[in-house]
Each structure stands twice: as C-alpha cells, then as structure tokens.
C-alpha cells in the first residue's frame, strides 16, 4: 500500500485553512486542519504528521509556542510557518528556533506545495534519517538475539518451578515455599517481557497481520482479569465492566488484545490506592465518519504529568515519573506493556491514547484505544 504523507494546517482564518485542505488533499495529501495552536497540540497528540504549516499569529498558542511545543514531541516534523510582512522578524527567530522554513503573505497555493515538498524530501534525506534507520535496524538485531537467548533457559526453570508447586517431587518445607513461589512469580513475569518483546519485533518489525476472530467482549476482557485476580484481591479493589450499545462481540486478534488489556488494567490496578475501584468501559464511537469501537480504562491513580504521546514510546518507563510514594518497587519493568499495545492497537487499524479531560469522578487517568468494527468479510486486515 503506497504510502499517504499528513498534513497538519493551522490558521485561525477558517478560509486559509479550508482552502489549503481542498488543495493538499487534491495532491494526494492526508490533510487535517486546527484554528489555532491549542488544537493543533491536540491533533499532535494522538496523531504523527510528515509536516505542518502553520501562520504565527493566533489566539491561545501563537505560532512560534506551537513550533516549540512540536519540538518538544519530535524535533524531525518540520514547521513551515506562515508570516505577515510585519512578522518577518518573529519569522528569522523561528527558523533559529528548528523551523524549515517561512512564507510570507499574500501567497500562491503552487508556492506553499514547493516548500511542503522540499520539506519532506529533506527529512527523508538527512543524516538524522540514515542514523535512525541503522540504529533501528541494530535494535532488531538485538531484540532478535536478546529474546531467544533469554526464553531458552528460562522455559525449564519456569517448568520445573510449577511443578515443585504441584508437588511433583515431594513437599516443600514451609520455609522454602515463600522463596520457591517468588521465584515462580518472577519467572512469569520475565516470561511476559520476553514474549512482549518478540511480539513487538513480529509486529514492528517484520509487519506480522493481526489474525482476527470473532469473539464475546465481556469474555474478552474477563479471561485477561482471570491473569490480576490476586493483585486485585490483595489490593482489595474492584474492577467495574460497563458495556453500552449493545455491544455483543468483536473482530480481533484475540490473543494480541488480550495482551492490551492486560497491560493497561495492570497499570491501573498497580498504580491505584487499595480498595479503589478500576472501571471498564465499552461503547460504539465514530472516527472519521468510520465506526469504531472504544474501550476505556478509568483508574484512580496520580494524574500523570508527562507527555501524553512519549509514555507509548519504547521502553518508556511510566512508573519512574510518578511522585506517589506508595508505589511499590517490585512494580518498575522495562516499561514496555505501553509500547506494545500501541503497536498491537495500530496493527489493528485503531488509535490509543490518554483522554485529555481523564476522568473528573474518579480523579485518576484514561485510556482509551478504539480498533474499527469488523464484519466477517472483511476480517482480513
């Protein structure tokens, strides 16, 4: 599938930015639009763009705040920033600032599509990309070799500890029984990273096509809470499922959005206070004239106060930005649940994120992920 470059267009004159639509899309662009830098914010969030072309005067976050900002989540978007006369001065400052480049006004529509496209062919080609590309493909080198050698000693000493809490071999003195079942919980969990980081490297890197199967969404999400039944016991929480629509089954990867879920109620239940209660919620949503359906994970824990988009990058690790001090150690991983379920999701054809408003009743975090409704025949992504 040829590949479709977005465009993000700000302007708080609604004209601009409609016309400048009508116009990218007619080349072949995927164009999005934003009246003034607040939104804009919003749309880069939840979505990646190839360039944005924004005017530097606005309300609420003028131009050169939104080019910063930008920045801020991935320096190698570039900016092409739209300027009065009067403005060339702010302009000058912007292209210190990482700009690509600036246009004056009044403008030509053949004008604004030369700079958008030496902007992109400049970031395909500069160094930055080529080092990317290298260190990507030694990163999946490394995960290749570093999950295999990981899981082929790990299997027998996994086996061999659940059989000794079977018995299989006699009884366990009870001073021994508390360290052999650290060791089996322990296990279990090397075994999850180790199976998310293959999973990762099959769906990243080798573009593995969810499988997708029809399957009871109440089913769905109470065979992943079977995995949490203790956590939740011990933290003395309750987990809530709310299904609206009438909401009956869905089109899935079962296995891979299992996966999802387990991560995103792990989170919740981790980073919730005891006898809290984590909510599910699953309803019909539309995305761009496109039906979707949306799951919610509402918890209780510390609102995060980092970047929304830079939690779901890889490796990233949410329980070292947390002030709580009620969290505990044993918690800390290799933060890469939140990866993964980006990728599952967008493998899915769907979006995840966190809800700017999170949740005013619970005073915690939500995330969401919405994956498109599947009829049996187009069940092949």
Same mark, same amino acid.
């Given at each position: ?22 116009? /990218? ?5 995927? !164009? ?38 930008? +920045? ?40 604004? !599509? ?31 070799? /570093? ?110 959005? +299992?996966?999802?879920? /387990? ?24 995305? +761009? ?5 949306? /799951? ?64 005013? !009743? ?20």
């Amino acid at each position: 599938m040829v590949s479709v470059n977005k465009i993000l267009i700000v302007d708080d004159e609604n004209s601009i930015r409609e016309a400048l639509k009508i116009y /990218f899309n007619n080349k072949g662009f995927e !164009a999005e639009t934003a009246k003034n830098g607040r939104d804009a914010i919003e749309y880069i969030e939840k979505e990646d763009f190839d360039v944005i072309v924004s005017d530097i005067r606005m309300d609420k976050l003028d131009g050169l705040s939104l080019l910063k900002k930008i +920045k801020e989540y991935n320096k190698k978007i570039p900016v092409i920033l739209i300027t009065a006369f009067a403005d060339l001065n702010g302009a000058i400052e912007a292209l210190r600032g990482g700009a690509f480049e600036y246009i004056i006004k009044p403008f030509n529509m053949e004008t604004i !599509a030369e700079k958008v496209d030496s902007a992109l062919k400049t970031a395909r080609n500069t160094s930055e990309e080529r080092l990317a590309k290298k260190y990507e493909e030694e990163k999946l080198d490394f995960i290749s070799k /570093f999950s295999n050698e990981l899981k082929t000693p790990l299997t027998p000493v996994y086996g061999f500890i659940s059989l000794m809490l079977k018995k299989e071999f006699g009884e366990i003195p009870p001073s021994q029984l508390d360290v052999i079942r650290n060791i089996h919980k322990n296990s279990i969990r090397l075994k999850r990273i180790i199976d998310d980081l293959i999973m990762i490297y099959y769906i990243d890197y080798l573009k593995e096509k969810p499988f997708l199967k029809n399957i009871e969404i109440l089913k769905l999400v109470e065979e992943t809470l079977k995995e949490k039944e203790d956590l939740i016991k011990r933290k003395n929480q309750r987990v809530e499922i709310k299904i609206y629509d009438e909401i009956d089954t869905i089109y899935c990867d079962i296995e891979k959005m +299992k996966r999802v879920i /387990f991560h995103l109620i792990d989170n919740a239940i981790k980073f919730s206070p005891v006898t809290s209660i984590i909510l599910i919620e699953i309803c019909n949503y539309e995305y +761009k004239g496109q039906p979707y359906i949306k /799951f919610s994970i509402k918890d209780n824990s510390e609102r995060l106060k980092v970047n929304k988009r830079i939690i779901f990058n890889q490796f990233y690790e949410l329980a070292n930005n947390t002030d709580d001090p009620t969290i505990e150690k044993e918690i800390h991983g290799m933060g890469i649940g939140l990866t993964l379920s980006k990728s599952i999701i967008e493998s899915h054809n769907g979006k995840i994120w966190i809800e700017d408003d999170s949740n005013i !009743a619970f005073g915690g975090n939500t995330f969401s992920f919405i994956i498109p409704v599947i009829n049996e025949k187009d069940k092949i992504l």
